[in-house]
Structures are given as structure tokens and as C-alpha cells.
């Protein structure tokens, strides 16, 4: 795609509305994901040393995490039994309000990384 094409794209997705421009720009799993803690190179690691007969609190020591994190990452099915257990344990007590608020931050984040051109727009 040319420059000029790829600068008109970049002006339409900062002219979208907040909720428009949540949907369109997605960063989860990517590096500018702001849940995501470690790279793939790290959880790569953390796995090589987990089937090398490493404990997990070992490895989280290494990593300077918590072992339940380390677990998630390198015993395979671990966090979707762990979702599950907790599902419906605890009631959601963030009201609509709430969750509107975190959609308009997170959709000023995307437009912040779109707008330094940090996220590439195809």
C-alpha cells in the first residue's frame, strides 16, 4: 500500500468515534498490549525451563512473578480451569459507567498509538 493511501487510512480510523475506533484497532497480544506481561521470548523461556524439571515458584523467581502466573503460562489448560472455577464467584461489581470509562481510555490509547504512527495501519 503507498504512502499517500496509508496516511488517508491513518486520518479516517483518528475521524472514527471512540466505540468505532475500539473495534477497529485491535491491540490485544500485541506488544503494545498493556494486560500482557511478558514477551514471547520470556513465556518461551519459562516453558523450556518448566520441561527442563524446573518448579514453577522456581521459575517465577526468575522471572520476578507470582507462581499462578507462571502456571498459566506453562501447564497447558491451567487457565481455563482456573476461569472456570472462578466463574460466577465473584459478582461483577463495576457498574456500566465503569466499563464505559475503561472503553473511552482504552480507545484514547489506540488513537494516541495510531497518531505517533507506533501501530501500523494496513
Request: aromatic share 10%.
Amino acid at each position: 500500500m503507498c504512502l499517500f493511501k496509508r496516511r488517508k487510512r491513518r486520518e479516517a480510523i483518528l475521524r472514527l468515534d471512540d466505540r468505532s475506533l475500539d473495534i477497529e484497532i485491535r491491540i490485544r497480544g500485541t506488544k503494545f498490549d498493556r494486560q500482557r506481561k511478558f514477551r514471547d521470548d520470556q513465556i518461551n523461556a519459562m516453558r523450556k525451563l518448566y520441561k527442563n524439571h524446573w518448579s514453577i515458584s522456581a521459575i517465577a523467581e526468575v522471572f520476578d512473578t507470582v507462581p499462578h502466573v507462571v502456571k498459566c503460562y506453562v501447564v497447558s489448560g491451567y487457565r481455563d480451569s482456573y476461569n472456570e472455577k472462578r466463574k460466577g464467584k465473584y459478582p461483577e461489581k463495576r457498574s456500566s459507567y465503569d466499563r464505559l470509562l475503561d472503553m473511552h481510555e482504552r480507545a484514547s490509547y489506540k488513537r494516541t498509538l495510531v497518531e505517533n504512527k507506533k501501530l501500523k495501519v494496513k
